[in-house]
């Protein structure tokens, strides 16, 4: 089974690779509501085989496949027109724990990945775990 097939089956076949995962962030992110997507543009995407050992220090985790994604920047309502020469803000995926979460769980891989994708944008926008359901309901 290719790796689309797996994941739209839901079954195990060839592991997807970087790109299919980002495949299915991307067409998570333009299901979004537009008061949402509007404020994404400027977000750099990235897929990522693990977190790197830096990383995982910074957030106390000791293994990669602990961390399936990750926001680097800071919340849309913590920004200010003022500040200058920032990094843009970015979006890593860790496709490798995403695999292994996929395999455990038996989640349907667009499902789980869409589930991560949306955590990391709530971040972005400051939301609250509760909020960041909400959104992941409305992006069907």
Do not use: C, N
């Not at 293994?63 to 920004?79: F, N």
């Amino acid at each position: 089974m290719s790796g689309q097939a797996a994941i739209q089956s839901g079954g195990y076949g060839e592991a997807p690779d970087a790109d299919a995962i980002e495949a299915i962030a991307r067409a998570t992110i333009a299901r979004l509501p537009a008061q949402f997507a509007v404020h994404l543009g400027d977000i750099v995407f990235a897929v990522e085989e693990f977190a790197d050992d830096e990383t995982l220090a910074a957030l106390g985790l000791d293994h990669p496949l602990d961390l399936s994604g990750l926001y680097h920047g800071r919340p849309l309502g913590e920004k200010s027109s003022m500040e200058s020469g920032a990094m843009p803000d970015r979006i890593v995926l860790y496709r490798r724990a995403i695999l292994e979460e996929w395999v455990e769980t038996g989640v349907r891989l667009d499902d789980l990945v869409a589930h991560v994708t949306i955590h990391e944008i709530g971040h972005h926008f400051g939301l609250s775990d509760d909020d960041m359901h909400a959104l992941e309901d409305s992006a069907p």
